[in-house]
């Protein structure tokens, strides 16, 4: 039986804003891509969001939100990341977001955002490119 | 007398000369095939080329369609409908601070809006006070933030309670913003007796949907029952549910399960109502509806058609209602948000068009039209007065208010309107069989039901099954809107000085012995003697904040979260 | 610090990290599996099974919470079903243990299947071995709870608990099918609904027609246990009939405890002499290219049927 490496991955709404249509879609499709999936849902904490990608070992975390919330939980999600050595961790982020938002999101380190209208295999495929399952520590 | 409307004859013949036609059909299509697979709605029901006498064959003119204002109501709940008064145009809204809010409300109603709907901000919806730690950067972002009577004071400033009716969404802790509503209003010199308005305080929908949740469901329902009874007794005009399949839909539901739903945790709510003791006729007709009104033009029509029959007969024959009012199915439509796109944003002007044309033919009795800008944010007030001249348009210029049902007797909506009926009555069956809403709510089931079908819908856009103008064909940039409202997150630190200023000012006692009652009550079985509404009011009049009020809750009746089912 | 000390000292980061080694099986965990192996054995070991929906998430999220209340620390493991189609999984039961996320006296790991049948994982041993080394006081493994011959947690439990609800008579005869044995705690759980004290009169009368075997075995009398874990009711008696199976175990001078810990370790020893005997078999094929393909392909072309095939491969391996 050969090792095998699966890309796990959390996917969490921060904040108070409870719709997870984007989420739960989302998650499923990763699924259907062969991926293992974390889902915590709605009404999470960053803390709790870290907190989670750590003890999950996620090679990456996918933020849902659409309430103009961002402008907190993310810079403090990235910040947490860095506080515990895990910004080798990818996040990324999807939902609505103002246009002058997204340079500055990426620019405290979330690498891609996706917008409404973004398709699914268009982020699989992004996830694919760009994520790899960390590599072994005991290797 | 029968009510059939075409003779056997009659029949007869069209059944031949269908023959006919469809064998034409067919030979044009060898030479020319259908643009189209398969021919579906938004919610992926299948449609047929063309529809005849024989797909309405068996309805009973006067038990399935009759008049207006009569039993079964599929032609809409009043004798007059729009000829003698319009729907209520009624703009959700809510931005940043009362005070901002205020300005919007006057804003709209100097631009000849008929009624107030106030949105909240995520805190003041999950029952938390903006200095609150979860509450972080949400401030005014989605709605009004409102933690103090004060609060509520300054956001109906200068609008006269009993004159203008007020809907206000907000659920979980409905009973606490109500009794600030009412609190406000008395001490403005209003009666309670003569207030009207709505509060969503629709539970159920938020464990199958939109997440808002605050306690288990159970105590939930509890305190649903509670602002029912205090209603029934006290504030008469208040439509104390908004019995919503909004949210539903927004979730990625198809038409029928909105529509079977909705209509379940209606039948929940009378259960409990009657269950508390209230006799149906006494509370019933305080129950309206809140549909969604997405962009498959004829399905919503049929859809609303629908419901207001399906209610009818619910309440006439489950719950042996004898008061007309008992059984009419009174309800605000809004715009499907989810139908709107980021790319050219101006499109929405057209989908929101349509859409609202459809809640119109439908019958609604209250309508919110989504702003242009809507997709991104909060709309702005140029985006907002467009859509609100919508439907302004709609109403005086272009004649869809003049007749009542205008659509009925089309062979197409009536056979979607009995579609829609029959495939919803499967799945109301279906919640019978699981032993309720609250039992199927515990076992995911309509969650799962809704997230299939979201699934199943994106699948079909990225397939190209389903098209979207400007996302999957003639794919477009998301533009930069100049006028797009942008909340400053310096507002919270604003709002939370306010607040600290204002527990300071209270009296401690005053306020510590407001608890003592509210927390008795709660801890007490219900019933009238433990009605929460009374010593809300009073909680909040001492100086009780929202997040204080559902801090309460939590502790007595223990919290929720969502499960997240696959 | 290397990662042997850094579990040690509790680490979750390196921890972590350690785990998804060992679910990924990567050789060299061998090496740092067995230098944690002494320092294990200290952990009291709790698992959980049952149909879905039967609540054993919310259960053990309760559990958690009484057991951080006594001061201990708690490592839980939830396994959830990987999809035979894509082999991706949507795991999800950490939902239910939210209050746990921020203490740093629990650690919460979601894992899949990954093909693996018996009700856990490929490496849900060695992930409880790694837990106690790393110091928790408490572990406990929750099922993914779809199959009915979830045993294995018998195997890697000191207390095995089977989790039912009222009503679902399927239920009764799941629990018949097979995991009658190995429950020492039976839970009915929801058991503010209508048929609570019938189901428990079923669990009891199917006890009590398993006895003459359990006396033969030493004689523990499965307890049945009624909860509402939602609103935390029956979390202080379910602790209860934990702790008195404990001292069952530790205190029976008939060696229950031995026979408990003598049943994992024989269960981890064969499950690795399969897992290490089909690899090695696998490798020394690969050389003469032979792979599992290739040996499917001669079944479906009737060459041979399994059962011969592999007494050949076994007649030419191990000679």
């Given at each position: 039986m050969k090792q095998e490496r699966r890309l796990r991955i959390l996917i969490a709404k921060p904040g108070l804003d409870g719709h997870d249509r984007g989420a739960r879609v989302i998650a499923r499709a990763f699924r259907d891509a062969g991926f293992e999936v974390v889902y915590t849902g709605c009404h999470q904490t960053p803390e709790q969001i870290v907190s989670t990608a750590i003890q999950e070992d996620v090679d990456m975390v996918g933020l849902s939100i659409l309430s103009g919330a961002h402008t907190y939980s993310f810079p403090r999600i990235m910040e947490l990341l860095r506080e515990n050595q895990a910004q080798d961790i990818t996040v990324i982020g999807g939902g609505i977001f103002p246009l002058e938002d997204i340079p500055k999101l990426k620019s405290i380190g979330i690498k891609e955002i996706f917008e409404p209208g973004a398709k699914l295999q268009e982020i699989i495929g992004w996830v694919r490119a760009n994520v790899k399952p960390r590599r072994a520590l005991t290797a | 007398m029968g009510g059939k409307l075409f003779s056997e004859s009659a029949l007869e013949r069209m059944e031949k000369e269908y023959g006919q036609w469809h064998q034409e059909y067919l030979k044009a299509l060898s030479k020319m095939p259908e643009r189209l697979d398969r021919f579906s709605t938004v919610s992926d029901l299948e449609v047929r080329p063309l529809y005849t006498p024989l797909d309405v064959k068996d309805q009973d003119f006067f038990e399935d369609i009759g008049f207006p204002g009569m039993f079964p109501y599929t032609r809409g709940v009043q004798s007059t409908m729009y000829r003698a008064r319009l729907w209520t145009m009624r703009m959700f809204a809510g931005l940043g601070t009362a005070e901002d809010t205020n300005k919007r409300f006057h804003y709209l109603i100097d631009h000849g809006e008929t009624g107030l709907s106030t949105a909240f901000d995520f805190p003041t919806l999950m029952g938390y006070?903006?200095?609150?730690?979860?509450?972080?950067?949400?401030?005014?972002?989605?709605?009004?933030?409102?933690?103090?009577?004060?609060?509520?004071?300054?956001?109906?400033?200068?609008?006269?309670?009993?004159?203008?009716?007020?809907?206000?969404?907000?659920?979980?802790?409905?009973?606490?913003?109500?009794?600030?509503?009412?609190?406000?209003?008395?001490?403005?010199?209003?009666?309670?007796?003569?207030?009207?308005?709505?509060?969503?305080?629709?539970?159920?929908?938020?464990?199958?949907?939109?997440?808002?949740?605050m306690l288990p469901p159970e105590p939930s329902l509890r305190l649903v029952t509670d602002t029912v009874e205090f209603g029934t007794r006290e504030v008469p005009r208040w439509n104390t549910i908004s019995i919503s399949g909004y949210h539903i839909r927004e979730a990625g539901s198809t038409a029928v399960q909105e529509l079977a739903f909705t209509i379940y945790d209606g039948i929940t709510y009378v259960e409990e109502g009657i269950k508390r003791g209230l006799k149906v006729d006494e509370f019933a007709g305080r129950l309206s509806f809140f549909w969604n009104s997405h962009v498959d033009f004829f399905e919503e029509i049929a859809k609303m058609r629908a419901g207001r029959r399906m209610w009818a007969r619910i309440m006439r024959d489950r719950f042996q209602a004898k008061h007309p009012r008992?059984?009419?199915?009174?309800?605000?439509?809004?715009?499907?948000?989810?139908?709107?796109?980021?790319?050219?944003?101006?499109?929405?002007?057209?989908?929101?068009?349509?859409?609202?044309?459809?809640?119109?033919?439908?019958?609604?009795?209250?309508?919110?039209?989504?702003?242009?800008?809507?997709?991104?944010?909060?709309?702005?007030?140029?985006?907002?007065?467009?859509?609100?001249?919508?439907?302004?348009?709609?109403?005086?210029?272009?004649?869809?208010?003049?007749?009542?049902?205008?659509?009925?007797?089309?062979?197409?909506?009536?056979?979607?309107?009995?579609?829609?009926?029959?495939?919803?009555?499967?799945?109301?069956?279906?919640?019978?069989?699981?032993?309720?809403?609250?039992?199927?709510?515990?076992?995911?089931?309509?969650?799962?039901?809704?997230?299939?079908?979201?699934?199943?819908?994106?699948?079909?856009?990225?397939?190209?099954?389903?098209?979207?103008?400007?996302?999957?064909?003639?794919?477009?940039?998301?533009?930069?809107?100049?006028?797009?409202?942008?909340?400053?997150?310096?507002?919270?630190?604003?709002?939370?000085?306010?607040?600290?200023?204002?527990?300071?000012?209270r009296d401690k006692v005053k306020l510590q012995k407001a608890m003592d009652e509210l927390r008795r009550r709660c801890e007490g079985p219900p019933c009238w003697e433990n009605n929460v509404m009374p010593a809300l009011i009073d909680a909040v009049r001492a100086g009780a904040t929202e997040q204080e009020c559902c801090d309460l809750y939590r502790e007595v009746f223990g919290t929720y979260s969502d499960r997240g089912s696959f | 610090m290397n990662i042997i000390d850094q579990v040690l000292a509790g680490e979750v980061r390196a921890t972590a990290r350690l785990l998804r080694d060992i679910d990924d099986q990567v050789e060299s965990v061998q090496s740092i599996l067995k230098a944690l192996y002494p320092h294990t054995g200290r952990a009291y070991v709790v698992g959980f099974t049952g149909s879905p929906g039967v609540g054993k998430s919310t259960l053990v999220d309760q559990l958690a919470l009484k057991y951080r209340r006594e001061d201990k620390t708690v490592g839980i493991l939830a396994v959830d079903p990987t999809s035979p189609f894509s082999g991706g999984a949507i795991l999800g039961d950490r939902i239910r243990m939210q209050r746990h996320f921020l203490d740093s006296g629990v650690f919460i790991r979601s894992l899949a299947t990954r093909g693996h049948f018996g009700g856990l994982t490929r490496s849900t041993n060695d992930m409880i071995n790694v837990l106690d080394a790393m110091g928790k006081d408490v572990i406990l493994v929750e099922t993914v709870g779809v199959g009915q011959d979830e045993v294995e947690i018998a195997h890697s439990a000191h207390t095995t608990i089977v989790v039912t609800i009222p009503g679902m008579g399927d239920e009764i005869q799941a629990i018949k099918a097979g995991i009658m044995e190995i429950g020492s705690i039976f839970v009915v759980n929801k058991a503010d609904r209508e048929g609570s004290r019938k189901t428990v009169r079923e669990i009891r009368n199917l006890i009590d027609l398993g006895m003459r075997r359990r006396e033969e075995n030493g004689g523990w009398e499965p307890l049945i246990v009624e909860t509402e874990a939602v609103k935390g009711r029956g979390i202080e008696e379910l602790h209860q009939a934990i702790e008195k199976h404990k001292t069952y175990l530790f205190s029976n001078d008939k060696g229950q405890l031995d026979d408990v810990l003598r049943k994992r370790a024989t269960n981890q020893l064969v499950e690795t002499l399969k897992d290490e005997a089909f690899k090695t078999i696998m490798a020394r094929l690969q050389v003469r290219g032979v792979t599992i393909e290739t040996l499917v392909q001669k079944v479906l072309e009737k060459e041979t049927d399994p059962s011969s095939l592999v007494q050949r491969i076994l007649g030419e391996e191990l000679r």
């Open positions: - | 006070d903006t200095d609150s730690p979860l509450a972080r950067g949400e401030c005014g972002k989605c709605g009004v933030a409102i933690d103090t009577l004060e609060d509520m004071q300054r956001l109906f400033e200068n609008i006269n309670l009993e004159r203008v009716t007020t809907s206000m969404t907000i659920n979980p802790p409905a009973s606490i913003i109500w009794a600030m509503y009412l609190a406000n209003g008395e001490n403005q010199g209003y009666d309670r007796k003569m207030m009207g308005g709505t509060i969503q305080n629709d539970c159920l929908k938020e464990f199958i949907a939109q997440k808002t949740l008992s059984m009419l199915m009174r309800f605000h439509t809004q715009t499907a948000g989810c139908s709107l796109t980021a790319q050219e944003p101006y499109n929405n002007i057209i989908r929101t068009t349509t859409e609202a044309l459809a809640a119109i033919l439908g019958g609604t009795q209250s309508l919110h039209t989504n702003s242009l800008d809507e997709v991104y944010m909060i709309p702005s007030e140029e985006a907002v007065l467009i859509a609100l001249r919508t439907q302004q348009i709609l109403a005086e210029e272009c004649g869809v208010a003049n007749v009542m049902d205008p659509l009925a007797g089309s062979y197409f909506v009536e056979a979607l309107t009995n579609k829609m009926e029959e495939e919803a009555l499967a799945y109301i069956r279906k919640l019978d069989e699981l032993g309720g809403m609250v039992a199927a709510i515990e076992r995911d089931y309509p969650q799962m039901e809704i997230a299939d079908a979201a699934y199943h819908f994106q699948q079909q856009v990225e397939k190209g099954e389903k098209i979207i103008i400007g996302v999957n064909k003639y794919p477009s940039e998301r533009p930069d809107l100049e006028f797009v409202l942008k909340i400053d997150d310096s507002l919270e630190n604003g709002q939370i000085e306010r607040l600290n200023r204002f527990k300071e000012k | -």
